[in-house]
């Protein structure tokens, strides 16, 4: 029996947005084809013992292992039963056992697999100790040893699998489980005082219900396969009674004089596993839990440019140290493409330090992130042109997140990236001097001890003190502004052409981010680095920044001087309203705070206003 799929633990999407995915996935070619085999399947299996039941049931000894003819369209048994509608009676006891393993294995599993979550501790570490056990043991030689146990029968039978399946299941509740009550919501609730069962059955419940439905019916073709399996060794369905596996251990015997008993059942059981198959691709896609297929893909490259994307930049630097065309990042949405960058161009100049302001989710850090090359699938990231340092990044319209080579040494040491959260932009396994050392090893060319010192020396370059000693220390013994420093030490590495610095002091206090902007513009001064600066904050972009993008719902809908924008010379509607809901220390006691309406509707097209 194979293990469950590990599907992320999807946010579950509110009943009225499900029904309709669900409706949408099931008008596909895929829906439809899974409903239809699900219906024959489920059809068989009501009307199959109450058509055929007797049918089945007609012994005629003169006709004894026949082959197909007319009346008997597979032929007869070694009693003289017609063998089509013995298969048919039997579509029943088989899926049947199928479904109820398969329920038994997901409810225990997700029960065994949760109790951690709420149990005192010790009875977590019992279950979790438990659990690894049964683990070990192959599921087919548990579901065997059950069977014997429990003695043989169709029971037995579907009791046997359905705890062979539940380790496997009690795995992934658990990890599906455990990931869900580290969120902040959780925390929320434990707060405010909700007890450990409610938080169990109100969040974490309704969080891995969708991936472990998708499971569960994958997981029945392979309950399918095993029943039949045992049965067809003589430990499942004993006489009267049969199933498919019996069915076909008996039509064994004469496979080399009539075939057509064994295919036909093998037909059977082949039709049953990928119907059940199938549901679990639908449901997948339905609550959008599946990867992107091939043709999805090659959809999207064949996908015309959509009206409002922006080719021509704003504003032409000459001799950009970045040139970026037509810039797109789609995402997959279940069965459809969201572009969250829809198209954007701009230039940086050499030494220029560029803004980057926008409302949260306008693509600000998808853009920064796609030009560094740090995209990979599911995202799609096209461009003409993302020109970085001389070195053209696009290849087949296509901006690649997996680098190699002379593009990968020529990111590494010309372009430096400091992320929002420095609390996640360290690997917290490794000292930090180790990553500092990383580039100096992998594209300086330089020796283990070298690359060490050079760490230690950049180190003691962004104001980390006792560099030395830190470098030997693990990022979760630095502060927010030092891992933020260490990236900044990383970047100097090299001989940075391009900062990219997406957010990088708002998880930090005042004093310290102050600390970093300092650092940032020293880096610029002296090493001539250009910045690329990320910001929610347009006064700190302003005071930082000699221009400014404004990104609005994928777009850069205006490119001007932070003087412009000073003298209060924006043109386009949603910059101005940037600028107007910045709070003044000067505003009347008591006076409401200007800000931007939720859900207010800005012009997407962009305004040329550099003067
Ligand atoms: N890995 C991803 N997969 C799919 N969609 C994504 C991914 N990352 C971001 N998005 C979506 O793309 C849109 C733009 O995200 P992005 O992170 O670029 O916004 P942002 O302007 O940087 O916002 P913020 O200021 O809050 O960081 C958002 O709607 C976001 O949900």
């Known amino acids: 029996m194979t293990m469950p799929r590990d599907l992320p633990a999807a946010a579950p999407a509110g009943p009225r947005r499900r029904r309709g995915a669900l409706l949408s996935t099931l008008r596909s070619p895929l829906g439809i084809v899974a409903s239809l085999f699900l219906l024959t399947l489920v059809v068989l299996a009501v009307v199959g013992p109450l058509h055929w039941g007797e049918t089945a049931k007609v012994a005629e000894l003169t006709r004894l292992s026949e082959g197909p003819s007319a009346d008997h369209l597979l032929g007869t048994d070694a009693g003289g039963r017609d063998v089509l509608a013995r298969m048919l009676t039997a579509t029943r006891l088989s899926v049947l056992t199928a479904v109820l393993a398969t329920l038994i294995g997901v409810t225990l599993g997700v029960v065994l697999g949760l109790i951690p979550i709420v149990a005192p501790r010790w009875i977590a570490r019992a279950v979790n100790a438990a659990l690894g056990v049964a683990l070990a043991f192959p599921s087919l030689l548990l579901a065997i040893v059950v069977s014997v146990v429990l003695g043989v029968g169709a029971v037995s039978l579907t009791l046997a699998i359905g705890l062979a399946m539940a380790p496997a299941y009690a795995r992934l509740a658990q990890t599906l489980g455990s990931s869900v009550a580290g969120r902040d919501f959780v925390a929320a609730a434990r707060i405010l005082g909700v007890g450990r069962f409610r938080i169990l059955t109100r969040h974490v419940l309704p969080n891995v219900r969708d991936p472990l439905i998708v499971n569960a019916s994958i997981g029945a073709g392979t309950a399918l396969v095993a029943?039949?399996?045992?049965?067809?060794?003589?430990?499942?369905?004993?006489?009267?009674?049969?199933d498919w596996g019996r069915m076909l251990n008996e039509s064994l015997e004469g496979i080399f004089v009539n075939a057509a008993p064994s295919l036909g059942l093998a037909g059977a059981i082949v039709f049953a596993g990928v119907t059940f198959a199938l549901v679990g691709e639908t449901l997948s896609r339905a609550f959008g839990l599946h990867q992107p297929s091939r043709r999805l893909w090659r959809r999207l490259r064949r996908r015309p440019a959509s009206p409002g994307e922006q080719a021509a930049p704003l504003s032409v630097v000459d001799d950009p140290v970045l040139r970026v065309r037509d810039l797109k990042v789609s995402a997959p949405r279940g069965d459809w493409w969201a572009t969250p960058v829809r198209g954007v161009s701009f230039d940086i100049g050499r030494g220029e330090v560029v803004g980057v302001v926008g409302e949260s989710g306008s693509g600000k850090s998808l853009t920064c992130m796609a030009v560094a090359a740090l995209l990979e699938e599911p995202l799609e990231v096209t461009a003409d042109s993302v020109c970085f340092d001389g070195t053209e990044l696009v290849a087949g319209g296509r901006v690649s997140g997996q680098t190699s080579g002379e593009l990968a040494r020529r990111l590494g040491t010309r372009m430096g990236f400091v992320f929002q959260d420095p609390s996640t932009s360290l690997n917290p396994a490794l000292h930090v001097g180790t990553q500092v050392a990383e580039v100096g090893l992998l594209h300086g060319g330089l020796s283990r001890s070298a690359a060490h010192e050079r760490a230690v020396d950049r180190l003691d370059a962004v104001r980390i003190p006792d560099a030395a000693r830190r470098a030997h220390q693990y990022p979760h013994?630095?502060?927010?502004?030092?891992?933020?420093?260490?990236?900044?030490?990383?970047?100097?590495?090299?001989?940075?052409?391009?900062?990219?610095?997406?957010?990088?002091?708002?998880?930090?206090?005042?004093?310290?981010?102050?600390?970093?902007?300092?650092?940032?513009?020293?880096?610029?001064?002296?090493?001539?680095?250009?910045?690329?600066?990320?910001?929610?904050?347009?006064?700190?972009?302003?005071?930082?920044?000699?221009?400014?993008?404004?990104?609005?719902?994928?777009?850069?809908?205006?490119?001007?001087?932070?003087?412009?924008?000073?003298?209060?010379?924006?043109?386009h509607p949603y910059t101005r309203a940037l600028v107007e809901a910045v709070p003044h220390l000067d505003a009347e006691p008591g006076a409401e705070f200007a800000t931007i309406a939720e859900g207010a509707d800005f012009p997407t097209e962009p305004v040329r206003s550099r003067s």
Do not use: W
Request: with cysteine.
């Open 227 to 242: 029943a039949t399996g045992l049965s067809f060794l003589g430990l499942g369905v004993q006489a009267p009674r049969y």
């Open 477 to 571: 013994e630095f502060s927010g502004g030092m891992r933020q420093r260490a990236m900044m030490a990383m970047a100097l590495m090299g001989e940075p052409a391009l900062l990219i610095a997406d957010e990088p002091t708002t998880a930090l206090d005042v004093t310290v981010q102050r600390e970093v902007m300092a650092l940032l513009a020293e880096i610029n001064e002296v090493k001539g680095t250009a910045v690329l600066f990320v910001s929610h904050d347009i006064t700190l972009v302003a005071s930082f920044c000699t221009r400014v993008l404004v990104m609005y719902r994928g777009a850069i809908v205006e490119d001007l001087s932070t003087a412009d924008l000073a003298a209060g010379r924006a043109q």
